[in-house]
Nanobody, 125 residues
Framework: KVQLVETGGGSVQSGGSLRLSCVAS????????LAWFRQAPGKDREGVAV???????RYAESVTGRFTISQTNDKKSLYLQMNSLTPEDTAMYRC???????????????????WGKGTQVNISS
């Protein structure tokens, strides 16, 4: 059973930093991508960042230069370093994994195959 568990959310002031973690289990290493999405109340889900097997990364324009996605060598732990946070970054952050080359290539057009339950990030001004 594929499982993803996020940790690291919390409440910080604008300009602060947080580091989110996601531990994945239940699958054998294979071609896949890991990604972070977020959703604020009343807003659509937004793809934040994605990383593939080769370590290639892509970011939403809104977080480029502030957020950094990374993964461990075994591709089972995913991180999101978030700096220079603003109230607009307030959302539920979820990690996801996809084994579909099409989904990974076309991120964030499609949802991931499996999701974690999420971790809440609150940024105050």
């Amino acid at each position: 059973k594929v499982q993803l568990v996020e940790t690291g959310g919390g409440s910080v002031q604008s300009g602060g930093s947080l580091r989110l973690s996601c531990v994945a289990s239940g699958y054998t290493y294979s071609s896949h991508c890991l990604a972070w999405f977020r959703q604020a109340p009343g807003k659509d889900r937004e793809g934040v960042a994605v990383i593939d097997n080769d370590g290639n990364t892509r970011y939403a324009e809104s977080v480029t230069g502030r957020f950094t996605i990374s993964q461990t060598n075994d591709k089972k732990s995913l991180y999101l370093q978030m700096n220079s946070l603003t109230p607009e970054d307030t959302a539920m952050y979820r990690c996801g994994v996809s084994f579909s080359p099409s989904t990974c290539k076309n991120w964030p057009r499609h949802g991931m195959d499996y999701w974690g339950k999420g971790t809440q990030v609150n940024i105050s001004s």
